[in-house]
């Protein structure tokens, strides 16, 4: 069956510092894959999302970028965390757009 | 742009009353229709979803239903219990070019009091 892995779970930065999240799928192959970000007590807000290997598409200009350098790894980073960067960052797979999207058990960011 | 709202931003119920939470939808072009239940801390797992050819779906004491025309869906839960206490999210996306754009309402805090 299918997984996804993010880690860390948590994350305690300074501002300015670099960022790097990564989420791993397993048992599928040339999965759709998301970041989206939380904000405490929010919905959720789509960041990036990847059709394949080094394809991703922004839907939020911001201070973070995404990479995916493998067909089921997918990439968060940033060069230098705002407070605002602060926040649930979750990652989510699906098969194919007829399928359901599954969410990671996500990261908490705090920037300090 | 798309935009998804949702009511009500919190909801309070007896164990084993009826729970409904509403959404709308502004794209006419969304097919996809998802909710998601996320208890405090955790991810958000979907619990049924919903395509647009179809009108209603059920599954055991959870039901959906979606109004193309009006451009709205409903979270429909029957007999309540506490462990339904979570925050429930609804999504729509066109479900076009091969993946799937959700875009999330702010989500209904549900508590179920014993």
């Known amino acids: 069956s299918q997984t996804i892995h993010q880690w860390p779970a948590t994350l305690v930065q300074p501002v300015g510092s670099p960022l790097s999240l990564e989420c791993t799928v397993e048992?599928?192959?040339?999965?759709?894959l998301y970041w989206y970000r939380q904000a405490a007590g929010r919905g959720l807000q789509l960041l990036f999302y990847?059709?394949?290997?080094?394809?991703i598409s922004s839907e939020v200009p911001q201070n973070l970028s995404a990479s995916r350098p493998q067909d089921r790894q997918f990439i968060l980073s940033s060069k230098k965390l705002l407070l605002s960067d602060s926040g649930f960052y979750l990652c989510?797979?699906?098969?194919?757009?007829?399928?359901?999207?599954?969410f990671g058990d996500g990261t908490r960011l705090s920037i300090l | 742009g798309e935009n998804v709202e949702q009511h009500p931003s919190t909801l309070s119920v007896q164990e084993g009353d009826s729970a409904v939470i509403k959404c709308t939808y502004s794209?006419?072009?969304?097919?996809?229709f998802p909710w998601y239940k996320q208890e405090l801390g955790k991810r958000p797992q979907l619990i049924i979803d919903?395509?647009?050819?179809?009108g209603e779906k059920k599954d055991q004491r959870i039901a959906v239903t979606l109004n193309k025309t009006a451009k709205h869906f409903s979270l429909h839960i029957t007999e309540t219990q506490p462990e339904d206490s979570a925050v429930y999210f609804c999504?729509?996306?066109?479900?076009?070019?091969?993946?799937?754009?959700?875009?999330f309402g702010a989500g209904t805090r549900l508590a179920v009091h014993p």
């Open positions: 989510a797979w699906e098969s194919h757009s007829n399928q359901p999207q599954h």
């Open positions: 048992g599928t192959s040339n999965p759709n």
């Open positions: 990847s059709v394949g290997i080094g394809q």
């Open positions: 794209d006419s072009a969304s097919n996809y």
């Open positions: 919903i395509r647009s050819n179809v």
């Open positions: 999504a729509a996306s066109r479900g076009t070019g091969g993946y799937n754009k959700l875009i």
